[in-house]
């Protein structure tokens, strides 16, 4: 059964840091592009950071630009998203998401989230002292 699966989230404190991983299983991982979104309550789902399949192109959020790193291991099947300097306002579920579609993310533009067909389950991520 294709899925996807995140972990590492949990309750940090401001300044703080977390490693998100995206494991995924029963597809070709590698050939697909992989996104990392968020929902924090009450707002609606943004694109966080996306890496196409060879690792050559990423992308960030302005607002995690410098403090977030995406990576991934094609031959493991599984992403990654190390968040440094985490704020009150990281705060959201995060989610992975896989795209067949290589303009799904583009270095200079928005992450295009119609894009992303296949989602993991998600996971909490709480910034709080």
């Known amino acids: 059964q294709a899925q996807l699966a995140e972990s590492g989230g949990g309750l940090v404190q401001p300044g703080g840091s977390l490693r998100l991983s995206c494991a995924a299983s029963?597809?070709?991982?590698?050939?697909?592009?992989l996104g990392w979104f968020r929902q924090a309550p009450g707002k609606e789902r943004e694109g966080v950071s996306c890496i196409r399949t060879g690792g050559g192109t990423t992308n960030y959020a302005d607002s995690v630009k410098g403090r977030f790193t995406i990576s991934r291991d094609n031959a493991k099947n599984t992403g990654n998203l190390q968040m440094n300097s985490l704020k009150p306002e990281d705060t959201a579920v995060y989610y992975c998401?896989?795209?067949?579609?290589?303009?799904?993310?583009?270095?200079?533009?928005?992450?295009?989230?119609?894009?992303?067909?296949?989602w993991g389950q998600g996971t909490q991520v709480t910034v709080s002292s």
């Open positions: 998401a896989v795209s067949a579609d290589p303009t799904a993310c583009i270095a200079t533009l928005p992450m295009k989230e119609e894009a992303y067909r296949r």
């Open positions: 029963g597809f070709s991982f590698g050939y697909l592009t």
